[in-house]
């Protein structure tokens, strides 16, 4: 029989209301962590994005406690992506630099450093063992269903390289002998997986040293190919191209800080780390699509590159106005943006001059977003999926050829006063 291990992933819901976040505490994070306290035997535990900071701030006991089990070994931290961001959807320095910043996070509150990381959504892709050597870590957990249908070798751990840089996988399963990993969506069901996995476990450094099949696993998880998502939510695919443009700019102020010092009258460092900060949040892979996505959470990852873009843009002295004609969607086609200090439109020309985006700088809000709705949403602690109560309403002024916009609750432009100008019909 294999070595047996487990690893517990929590991440605190982002972008959620104070509310929603304090049900999520008492309802899943809490019992979880008690769980995990009472646990006979070692255990990986994954705290996604800005989780741990939270707990050291809101519980300091129970941080103090955790801070315990991890210098004894009964609790070993696995790292991930800062905010979830699935890594294989966003560019190879971002993915680099979310790890990195968990690990610090990390590194902050409890004092040690995790070798090992809880691959997002388990979508794997065939850079990740570069990205992951890059950012410190030496493994990596892989999903047990998928890897048996891609005709991965049947061995707990998979040696694993790309570039020479090389990584353990470790094969995950909901269940049984192995590496065990535990997504608590549902807190009863995690609860009694816990209470069966009672017996002594072994460290997950038992599982790194069994012997390992090397394999050049696809792109690809239990979903399926991540992206397939893009092709089917128009929404999702236009967040994620103005995503990619918002990373270069990013990227590009970061070269600038990098190649000044600090007699240079150049951009401010802590200015990098605000610019980062939204990035990271917008590229989180709830923003895309699935289960948890809503139009409000999508309004938020808008407004979090808006205001990285803004913030990039504001240190490296881009001119504006400005007009810029590319291929900004990726579809072979120019687009036309037009960016003013309030305004920021962009036009398609190749689809009859469409209209097919509209951002308001100052108030980092995308007008459009809102325009390709998601069906249904659950709020959580509820248990009903609610529709999403995004409404647009025209009403004619007189006289003034005008219309008036509203724009209704769970928008991110709830109370934003506009006119639009009413088009030739």
């Given at each position: 029989m294999?070595?047996?291990?487990?690893?517990?992933?929590?991440s605190e819901p982002l972008w959620a209301h104070a509310r929603d976040i304090e049900l999520w505490r008492r309802d899943v994070f809490q019992p979880v962590m008690d769980a995990v306290f009472a646990s006979s035997g070692p255990i990986g535990l994954v705290l996604g994005g800005r989780l741990a900071e939270r707990l050291a701030s809101s519980d300091p006991d129970r941080a103090a406690a955790l801070r315990s089990r991890v210098a004894s070994g009964q609790v070993e931290l696995v790292a991930t992506a800062l905010h979830a961001a699935c890594l294989s959807s966003i560019p190879r320095e971002d993915a680099k630099g979310q790890l990195r910043a968990h690990i610090t996070v990390l590194r902050r509150a409890f004092g040690a450093r995790p070798e090992g990381c809880w691959v997002p959504f388990q979508a794997w892709d065939p850079s990740l063992p570069r990205v992951l050597r890059k950012a410190g870590l030496s493994w990596?957990?892989?999903d047990d269903a998928w890897l048996r249908r891609v005709g991965a070798p049947n061995a707990e751990a998979l040696a694993l390289e790309r570039e020479g840089h090389a990584?353990?996988?470790?094969?995950?399963?909901?269940?049984?002998?192995?590496?065990?990993?535990?997504?608590?969506h549902d807190v009863e069901s995690t609860a009694?997986?816990?209470?069966?996995?009672?017996?002594?476990?072994?460290?997950i450094a038992m599982?790194?040293?069994?012997?390992?099949?090397?394999?050049?696993?696809?792109?690809?998880?239990?979903?399926?190919?991540w992206e397939t998502r893009l092709l089917q939510d128009a929404g999702a695919d236009a967040l994620h191209k103005r995503m990619l443009r918002v990373s270069r700019l990013v990227r590009r102020l970061e070269r600038t800080v990098e190649g000044s010092t600090y007699t240079d009258d150049g951009p401010d460092p802590m200015r990098l780390e605000q610019a980062n900060r939204y990035l990271y949040r917008a590229q989180s892979g709830v923003a895309y699509g699935g289960a948890s996505c809503s139009t409000a959470i999508r309004d938020r990852a808008w407004r979090d590159l808006i205001r990285a873009e803004?913030?990039?843009?504001?240190?490296?002295?881009?001119?504006?106005?400005?007009?810029?004609?590319?291929?900004?969607?990726c579809d072979g086609e120019d687009e036309v943006r037009l960016r003013t200090e309030?305004?920021?439109?962009?036009?398609?020309?190749?689809?009859?001059?469409?209209?097919?985006e509209i951002v308001r700088n100052r108030e980092a809000v995308n007008v459009l977003s809102g325009m390709l709705p998601l069906a249904f949403r659950e709020t959580w602690g509820s248990g009903t999926p609610v529709a999403d109560r995004w409404e647009l309403v025209t009403t004619e002024v007189p006289g003034e050829g005008l219309a008036r916009v509203v724009l209704m609750a769970d928008?991110?432009?709830?109370?934003?006063?506009?006119?639009?100008?009413?088009?030739?019909?």
């Open positions: 294999s070595p047996r291990a487990v690893i517990v992933h929590l990596a957990t892989l990584i353990i996988g470790l094969r995950g399963r909901p269940d049984g002998n192995g590496l065990v990993l535990l997504d608590p009694h997986a816990l209470a069966a996995l009672a017996l002594p476990r072994d460290p599982l790194l040293a069994l012997p390992r099949a090397r394999a050049y696993l696809p792109t690809g998880g239990p979903e399926g190919l803004a913030v990039a843009g504001g240190e490296l002295a881009l001119p504006v106005p400005a007009c810029t004609t590319a291929d900004l969607d309030a305004w920021s439109v962009t036009v398609a020309p190749a689809s009859n001059g469409a209209l097919v928008s991110a432009l709830e109370g934003v006063p506009m006119r639009l100008t009413k088009g030739i019909e």
